[in-house]
């Protein structure tokens, strides 16, 4: 087990005492409820707190409580959800929500929080400790990162998952005796808002003085983990415009992140012989290891394009005016809004009619795939 150094006691009091003053005031701490601390952390899986605000507000206004979510057809909870990414998350919100709700009671411990769909062992540590006292450590990446730099850690690690089993025990050991909600918010907090991945804050630090990393002059560079291999990835995209309306394709159900959402077709699926296609737009993006280039060609919506959505029930015409009520994976909403005000770019004058504006009720700008 790798060894702090410092008393507990005195760590935790250094710890709690900045908690209490620098802590941010986020929605489901200032509310607390088992509910709020449930979908915050299945929000914040992967996401950054800011990108989630103001989805958790959205989401509790719309679903305020577990009967809500699971009474709730899907095709809302992914509108909902809607470019925050990883869609298997509210997939698997909603389903743990119909558990939960014919249950008498809820879990209280980690292990019976694990027991139940969706719920990882973080997660439910999360949650048994935030809303229920246990005194379960959560070890997130912050978590890895601030206690790699405490102990001057420096053999490399496989991956976040085996750094988090080695830091582990050491987390476990400095939550004993504390409040267990507050201690693991605070260590997260302190990870995320001081102790950061690049640049870290060590003169505002509350526990500097015990972290060997900060002796070393050189703190940024713990933890060492493995580099993740990259795999790159070409899809050709089509953007076919007819009589003011947008060709898009469902996306089946093997594409586990993003399946049943909508997106511009694959060229493949529209583009024949017959098609005229001109490259509009190169586009990227990447989801976990891949890397992917996404070309945006224009095709023409001839007779042949048309045939084919006849016959294929995954293609679908969509009026421009209309692309807010159906639920778009959170890049190519962005792509689409880009390309709408690009007006000319676009596709002649069905964009023009349009105005070149963004369809009503719709988000724009930055998201996570």
Not at 39 to 56: D, G, I, N, R
Not at 147 to 166: I, M, N, P, V, Y
Not at 335 to 345: E, F, K
């Amino acid at each position: 087990m790798p060894n702090l150094g410092p008393p507990r006691p005195e760590f935790q009091q250094a710890l709690h005492h900045w908690y209490r003053l620098h802590r941010r005031r986020l929605p489901w701490r200032e509310r607390p409820s088992l509910y709020r601390t449930v979908v915050s952390e299945f929000m914040l899986q992967q996401t950054q707190v800011a990108t989630v605000l103001p989805y958790f507000d959205r989401w509790m206004r719309a679903l305020p409580d577990f009967a809500a979510l699971a009474a709730a057809p899907e095709s809302r909870v992914l509108k909902l959800w809607e470019g925050l990414g990883y869609y298997s998350r509210a997939r698997r919100l909603q389903l743990l929500a119909r558990v939960l709700a014919a249950r008498p009671k809820p879990p209280r411990t980690t292990a019976e929080w694990q027991e139940l769909p969706g719920v990882g062992p973080y997660t439910a540590a999360a949650i048994a400790s935030i809303a229920g006292g246990e005194p379960a450590a959560c070890v997130d990446g912050n978590v890895v990162r601030l206690l790699a730099r405490l102990t001057g850690e420096t053999r490399r690690f496989r991956d976040g998952s085996d750094a988090a089993r080695h830091f582990a025990p050491l987390a476990a050991e400095l939550i004993a005796g504390a409040d267990p909600g507050d201690h693991n918010q605070a260590m997260m907090e302190l990870g995320a808002t001081v102790c950061r991945r690049r640049n870290p804050r060590c003169e505002a630090c509350p526990v500097a003085k015990f972290c060997a990393g900060r002796r070393s002059g050189r703190p940024e560079l713990l933890p060492r983990l493995a580099p993740k291999p990259t795999e790159k990835r070409t899809v050709d995209r089509a953007w076919c415009l007819h009589r003011g309306r947008l060709l898009l394709q469902r996306t089946d159900a093997r594409a586990r992140r993003l399946a049943g959402l909508y997106e511009l077709p694959e060229l493949a699926a529209v583009a024949s012989k017959t098609a005229i296609t001109t490259l509009l737009s190169t586009k990227h993006r990447t989801i976990t290891r891949f890397a992917i280039t996404e070309k945006i060609h224009r095709v023409e919506a001839g007779a042949t394009v048309r045939r084919l959505v006849v016959k294929d029930q995954s293609l679908k015409w969509v009026p421009l005016t209309g692309l807010g009520t159906v639920t778009l994976s959170g890049p190519h909403r962005k792509w689409i809004g880009q390309i709408l005000d690009g007006g000319s770019l676009a596709g002649g004058n069905e964009v023009a009619s349009a105005g070149g504006v963004r369809p009503p009720d719709a988000r724009w700008g930055k998201e996570t795939t």
